[in-house]
């Protein structure tokens, strides 16, 4: 007798149940809006203000000349996308990585007009056109939108440490003989400098050309600016 009356006081809650919760159910079937809810409106959110870049500011002026004897402004990248880099030619340490990384953005967006490399020389004394085509040619550097750049040392100088912010030197006690860090800078189509953010909400302001993760990142943030 105690049994029944127990699975007739379940029923009658199954009953009420069923009467409070089918009806919302199937209304929000109806709306299509079952997997709306509160925690997933968060993540969708979340990852959309991800791939919102950063715009640092914009990317300094610059005249150089080519690997061809062409002279070659940041006008010529104008609606593209493209990374920028300070290297030398005859660098026995970090250089030969970050140009190879290059290579591997080169490949990654080749045949896409609208992106684009400029590689200039902190050695420009050493560093020739001849020099730089010769190198990009041992490198592979295929895209007619890669730009090996050499010109006046102080001006480059300037445009490293002054405009970009990137540290450039010379140090006739490390190997090489100039000093200089391995962080790219990505512009955008409109010549602004753009970033991501660390897991701290902090710019990154440019990325590790030298470690598999930056080269990762920037080609994940190049995907998004060709996009804009």
Request: with cysteine; proline share 4%.
């Amino acid at each position: 007798m105690l049994k029944n009356k127990s699975y007739i006081g379940i029923s009658f809650i199954i009953l009420v149940f069923g009467i409070y919760a089918i009806p919302k159910i199937v209304d929000r079937v109806e709306k299509n809006s079952i997997v709306q809810g509160d925690r997933l409106d968060k993540v969708d959110g979340s990852k959309e203000s991800d791939q919102k870049l950063v715009k640092v500011g914009p990317a300094p002026k610059f005249e150089l000349i080519n690997q061809d004897n062409v002279k070659i402004s940041n006008d010529f990248y104008k609606g593209k996308v493209y990374v920028l880099e300070f290297f030398f030619a005859t660098c026995p340490s970090i250089c030969p990585k970050m140009n190879a990384n290059m290579v591997t953005l080169q490949n990654t967006f080749f045949g896409n007009p609208n992106f684009g490399i400029a590689s200039i020389t902190i050695d420009p004394e050493h560093d020739t056109p001849a020099v730089l085509k010769e190198h990009g040619e041992l490198l592979g550097a295929k895209s007619a939108n890669w730009n090996f750049l050499t010109g006046d040392k102080q001006y480059i100088y300037d445009l490293s440490n002054k405009g970009f912010n990137i540290y450039v030197g010379e140090n006739s006690k490390v190997q090489g003989g100039f000093e200089h860090s391995g962080l790219f800078a990505l512009i955008d189509k409109n010549g602004n400098i753009r970033c991501r953010k660390d897991d701290y909400g902090n710019p990154i302001l440019y990325y590790d050309g030298l470690e598999k993760k930056g080269v990762r990142e920037i080609q994940q943030d190049i995907q998004i600016l060709l996009k804009e």
